[in-house]
């Protein structure tokens, strides 16, 4: 099985996806992480995407589907059930990883798209706090650690994303609406689509996206 998870920014894929992969052993494929750790490596596509990023928009199809081929390319004799997170984010996306699942014999993936209102999005991105150490993920307004800017588990610096400043994340989620909602479409007239209210907690949304997977898959 391969799965692609779909949503704005904010609604939870990164959550979801690090619990569905332990669950059914797939192979999370992250462009978001890919990306960062490109950036963190100051490599040609890191200096590029650095920018581009941090204005909120999309990185060009070409740049981010190069880079997912050769992540996937060389996992694929490991594995075959991938789970997509962050990409396909345009329709031509879409398009491109139709032609990567048939290069690499995959199955062509079902999409589970996160719904969550942009009011919730704008509090979950911009109180989003990482820990700087460990990873730990805090929100400053739905999970604030115990001590302002320290991590309740290493005690290690929190961060923010550059990405996630009131500003960027707007311009985020005007680039969700134009560009990647169409995506949507796409997988809704293939009849491979479903969409689940992603508003609660984690747990619940884990539940509903994993009976989605046992009644279907
Ligand atoms: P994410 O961690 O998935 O929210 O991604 C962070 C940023 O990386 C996005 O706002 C985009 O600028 C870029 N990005 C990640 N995945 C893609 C993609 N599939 N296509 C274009 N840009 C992407």
Do not use: W
């Amino acid at each position: 099985m391969n799965l692609v998870l779909f949503g704005p920014p904010g609604s939870g894929k990164g959550t979801q996806s690090e619990r569905l992969v332990h669950h059914y052993s797939m192979t999370h494929i992250s462009t978001g992480d890919a990306l960062r750790a490109a950036i963190r490596a100051r490599s040609p596509l890191g200096i590029k995407a650095q920018e581009v990023i941090s204005r909120g928009e999309l990185v060009d199809d070409d740049m981010v589907t190069d880079l997912l081929e050769s992540i996937i390319a060389p996992k694929r004799k490991d594995t075959d059930s991938f789970l997509f997170d962050g990409y396909p984010r345009t329709v031509e996306q879409v398009h491109r990883l139709d032609g990567l699942c048939e290069t690499l014999n995959l199955v062509p993936p079902a999409v589970i798209n996160l719904h969550v209102p942009e009011e919730t999005i704008l509090l979950r991105l911009t109180g989003r706090r990482i820990c700087g150490h460990c990873g730990a993920t805090f929100n400053a307004y739905f999970r604030p650690t115990r001590v302002a800017g320290v991590c309740d588990v290493c005690s290690g610096p929190l961060t923010k994303r550059v990405d996630d400043s009131p500003e960027t994340t707007r311009e985020r989620l005007r680039v969700y609406s134009s560009q990647s909602a169409p995506v949507l479409d796409t997988y809704g007239e293939r009849g491979v689509l479903y969409t689940i209210d992603a508003t609660a907690g984690a747990d619940d949304v884990y539940r509903k996206i994993t009976r989605i997977i046992e009644e279907n898959y």
